[in-house]
């Protein structure tokens, strides 16, 4: 990113001056707003809802489907795929994945992973051991490094045995945030 | 900390000056870096997949044992040692812990994860296991305050009742410590 002080040979002009750029305010404004408060360009923000279908999950691991379309509520700059998204800048971000889910009609272990390219960030695995159609809810928070801006991101759903399905018939049921908290 | 205000007494010296010090971008770009972004500075952040060692869980309470080397995925300035973490500022965190255990054969056994600040107890959440042999995912979030650096903080599981078949193996354990404010 560009240098933006003020140096020594410049003129210390500040804001509308007729002929002459803003010099002292320069560095005083990037990422703040002409009111001198934070803005929203060091802290991305991705609000994003389940792809409106419901996703039946087989034995074995897969990736949740996010939506691409109306199912973001607010996207500051990331790049979202069906299954996966990158940020706009490297730092450390809050990363809250909740889902819904129903048990079809065999019990078993369901594994909830956050991952950057291949390595899993967080995790937490359960056993449902009530089965035929009970709903149930999961939230797994954890902070994510950034590393480049070609990181992908993914949230990874695994199941030991049978299947069941992420639930997606709702706004809010299947839902990620995701905002940077600091560089 | 210092007070790095400019000073009237002072010359408006930007940077780059052959002789001088730099004045005008000095209390500007604290905490920012030279772009003029905020740098990591006063959001210090750590994150642990505890010690990618399954262990036995005490049927009392215990402290959750932290890795000191490869269980540390990034740690910007945070003091590990093998039983507490010390923050490397004052100020609030968010604190975000998720253990994954395998009850045994225990049943009706309580499970609490926690977190202590010295001696205290400060944060707290609990499941109740009502059957044996399946797995567990417990989180807790939180802010907490560091009120000094020297602010011992010790993430903490106990298992009920106090029986051998209540011993419990953990799984994965990530824990999540970000500065949020002052």
Same mark, same amino acid.
């Given at each position: 990113?560009? $240098? =933006?002080?003020?140096?020594?040979?410049?003129?210390?002009?500040?804001?509308?001056?007729?002929?002459?750029?803003? !010099?002292?305010?320069?560095?005083?404004? !990037?990422?703040?707003?002409?009111?001198?408060?934070?803005?929203?360009?060091?802290?991305?923000?991705?609000?994003?809802?389940?792809?409106?279908?419901?996703?039946?999950?087989?034995?074995?691991?897969?990736?949740?489907?996010?939506?691409?379309?109306?199912?973001?509520?607010?996207?500051? +700059?990331?790049? =979202?795929?069906?299954?996966?998204?990158?940020?706009?800048?490297?730092?450390?971000?809050?990363?809250? !994945?909740?889902?819904?889910?129903?048990?079809?009609?065999?019990?078993?272990?369901?594994?909830?992973?956050?991952?950057?390219?291949?390595?899993?960030?967080?995790? +937490?695995?359960?056993?449902?051991?009530?089965?035929?159609?009970?709903?149930?809810?999961?939230?797994?928070?954890?902070?994510?490094?950034?590393?480049?801006? $070609?990181?992908?991101?993914?949230? $990874?759903?695994?199941?030991? !045995?049978?299947?069941?399905?992420?639930?997606?018939?709702? =706004? +809010?049921?299947?839902?990620?945030?995701?905002?940077?908290?600091?560089? | 900390?210092?007070?790095?205000? &400019? /000073?009237?007494?002072?010359?408006?010296?930007?940077?780059?000056?052959? @002789? %001088?010090?730099?004045?005008?971008?000095?209390?500007? /770009?604290?905490?920012?870096?030279?772009?003029?972004?905020?740098?990591?500075?006063?959001?210090?952040?750590?994150?642990?997949?505890?010690?990618?060692?399954?262990?036995?869980?005490?049927?009392?309470?215990?402290?959750?044992?932290?890795? @000191?080397?490869?269980?540390? &995925?990034?740690?910007?300035?945070? @003091?590990?040692?093998?039983?507490?973490? %010390?923050?490397?500022?004052?100020?609030?965190?968010?604190?975000?812990?998720?253990?994954?255990?395998?009850?045994?054969?225990?049943?009706?056994?309580?499970? *609490?994860?926690?977190?202590?600040?010295?001696?205290?107890? &400060?944060? #707290?959440?609990?499941?109740?296991?009502?059957?044996?042999?399946?797995?567990?995912?417990? #989180?807790?979030?939180?802010?907490?305050?560091?009120?000094? @650096?020297?602010?011992?903080? %010790?993430?903490?599981?106990?298992?009920?009742?106090? *029986?051998?078949?209540?011993?419990?193996?953990?799984?994965?354990?990530?824990?999540?410590?970000?500065?949020?404010?002052?």
């Amino acid at each position: 990113m560009a $240098d =933006i002080r003020i140096y020594s040979t410049e003129e210390a002009v500040g804001l509308n001056h007729p002929t002459k750029a803003d !010099v002292i305010n320069r560095p005083m404004l !990037v990422a703040h707003d002409a009111s001198g408060h934070h803005s929203t360009v060091d802290f991305p923000c991705l609000m994003i809802n389940m792809n409106g279908t419901n996703q039946p999950v087989s034995t074995g691991t897969t990736s949740l489907k996010w939506s691409t379309g109306g199912g973001v509520e607010y996207n500051s +700059g990331f790049t =979202i795929t069906s299954t996966n998204f990158k940020c706009p800048s490297t730092g450390v971000y809050l990363v809250n !994945v909740l889902i819904r889910t129903v048990e079809n009609t065999t019990s078993g272990e369901s594994d909830l992973m956050l991952k950057r390219n291949t390595t899993i960030l967080a995790r +937490g695995m359960w056993h449902k051991v009530y089965q035929n159609n009970i709903n149930m809810s999961v939230s797994l928070m954890h902070l994510a490094l950034c590393e480049s801006t $070609d990181d992908v991101f993914c949230v $990874d759903y695994y199941r030991s !045995v049978s299947t069941n399905t992420i639930l997606s018939s709702e =706004i +809010g049921i299947t839902r990620m945030e995701v905002c940077k908290i600091c560089p | 900390m210092a007070d790095v205000r &400019i /000073l009237y007494t002072e010359e408006a010296i930007g940077a780059g000056h052959p @002789t %001088k010090s730099d004045v005008l971008n000095r209390p500007i /770009l604290v905490a920012h870096d030279a772009s003029g972004h905020h740098s990591s500075v006063d959001f210090p952040a750590l994150s642990m997949d505890v010690n990618g060692t399954a262990r036995v869980l005490s049927s009392a309470a215990g402290v959750i044992p932290l890795s @000191t080397s490869g269980g540390e &995925i990034f740690n910007r300035g945070y @003091t590990i040692a093998s039983t507490y973490f %010390k923050m490397p500022q004052t100020g609030k965190y968010l604190y975000s812990a998720t253990l994954t255990f395998h009850g045994s054969t225990g049943i009706n056994e309580v499970s *609490v994860l926690g977190l202590y600040r010295n001696s205290s107890w &400060i944060l #707290e959440g609990e499941i109740h296991n009502q059957f044996s042999s399946i797995l567990h995912c417990m #989180e807790i979030n939180g802010i907490v305050a560091c009120n000094s @650096t020297t602010d011992v903080f %010790k993430p903490a599981v106990w298992i009920y009742p106090t *029986v051998a078949s209540a011993a419990s193996e953990a799984i994965f354990t990530f824990i999540s410590v970000c500065r949020v404010a002052p």
